[in-house]
């Protein structure tokens, strides 16, 4: 009976219910979109820079990720191969080894970081090979062999073909020095990848700097993002009864800046969100205290026939509940379908073409349409409108009958 009530009174005055569904409408829709785009941004941010340089996961010396000391290796790469190619999660690894040293052209010297890949295993981990803009990429065989970030060999003036004096220092503490030739320019569009480093082959780096076979880090990238932890745990399990000197990190620990960027993002949006909602339900309340005050005088008949405060207070009760549901249904519906087709056919955003490249982001972006973006956006706006209308509601609580009847 109730029920019936309440859906009458929702469209007594149509033109207003209906303004009231629509602002919630609006911001159940421009939740969810919004929601679903930040989520996507941020599964896009994480995909290129985990391929850009970390991987998903690296197994490490006990702490070479807080001091890059030479002499921290992983000794037995061929140990860690044999463990990582028997488990469940992991798509692809490879091995690396890096140290700062300096490189020099005929008339300039720079500090670089040191890389060594291995060229067959590295285009399944990185999409370096991707971003050779000029020359080619490393090949198995290659030896005195460079590739050089374009920032760095713009400072150098070395093109492709050009020599490299590298010095640097080994494993043992003895001298590495040789000289390079650039055979392909790099540019990842992350300033500080372009400026400071070189790779080379693997083999050679470790001839180089001597290293007795040995590696700074095998890097793993795994199925998806959401396997990362079961991959992390598994690898660990593996290794606690092999060597209890190797550390296993994960995306978030290699790359801390990125996750405090994420979170401030996260902050600043679900701000800018809650300031939304409160708007919208400020307009809920609004509704129902005119409610109130106009139906006063109906209120004090009902509770003259014998219908006490609480069933009065269930009643706009559930009127507010009817409002907030029909909007936030419809308002999740129109936000999933917009959310779906900007997931099928992206969004490119004009001016921000400079952010984009700065963080290595491709130019056409993608909302993530997901069922967390789908219930914390309605679930949001439901649960904030609904008590948004419980104050006119407990004001009906203290009606009295005989007051309420003289009302105008």
């Not at 079961?230 to 190797?246: C, H, N, P, T, Y």
């Amino acid at each position: 009976m109730n029920f019936i009530m309440a859906w009458r009174n929702i469209w007594r005055h149509p033109r207003r219910s209906i303004l009231t569904i629509a602002a919630i409408v609006f911001a159940t829709m421009l939740l969810v979109f919004m929601l679903s785009w930040q989520f996507g941004a941020y599964d896009t941010m994480i995909d290129a820079t985990v391929k850009i340089h970390t991987g998903h996961i690296q197994i490490q010396a006990q702490g070479y990720q807080d001091q890059r000391d030479m002499r921290k290796v992983v000794p037995d790469p061929n140990e860690i191969e044999r463990i990582l190619t028997s488990l469940r999660g992991v798509k692809s690894y490879t091995f690396r080894a890096e140290d700062f040293s300096l490189v020099s052209s005929e008339n300039r010297t720079y500090g670089v970081l040191v890389i060594g890949i291995d060229p067959q295993k590295e285009p399944s981990v990185s999409t370096l090979e991707d971003m050779i803009r000029r020359g080619r990429f490393l090949e198995a065989g290659d030896r005195r062999s460079a590739l050089a970030g374009e920032i760095l060999a713009d400072n150098l003036n070395s093109p492709v073909g050009g020599d490299l004096v590298l010095l640097g220092q080994g494993r043992d503490g003895s001298i590495a020095a040789t000289v390079l030739t650039i055979k392909g320019i790099f540019n990842t569009g992350q300033d500080e990848f372009d400026r400071t480093m070189i790779h080379i082959p693997l083999e050679y780096f470790q001839e180089l700097y001597n290293m007795r076979g040995a590696v700074h880090m095998a890097v793993v990238l795994c199925d998806s993002l959401t396997a990362v932890p079961a991959v992390k745990e598994r690898i660990a399990g593996a290794l606690s009864g092999i060597d209890s000197s190797l550390a296993v990190l994960d995306w978030k620990e290699l790359n801390p800046g990125l996750v405090q960027a994420i979170q401030m993002d996260l902050v600043s949006g679900f701000i800018f969100y809650l300031i939304l909602i409160i708007v919208v339900a400020f307009s809920i309340m609004n509704t129902f205290l005119m409610a109130v005050f106009e139906r006063t005088r109906e209120f004090g008949v009902m509770m003259s026939m014998g219908m006490g405060p609480g069933r009065l207070m269930g009643l706009l009760l559930m009127e507010s509940l009817g409002i907030t549901l029909i909007g936030v249904v419809i308002g999740t519906i129109a936000g999933a379908a917009v959310t779906w087709y900007f997931q099928i056919h992206g969004m490119v955003i004009p001016g921000a073409e400079e952010v984009a490249r700065q963080f290595g982001l491709p130019e056409r972006m993608f909302p993530q349409l997901s069922f967390l973006s789908i219930a914390v956006g309605a679930g949001i706006v439901l649960i904030l409108t609904v008590l948004s209308a419980l104050y006119p509601a407990f004001k009906v609580k203290g009606l009295k009958p005989v007051e309420a009847l003289s009302a105008v």
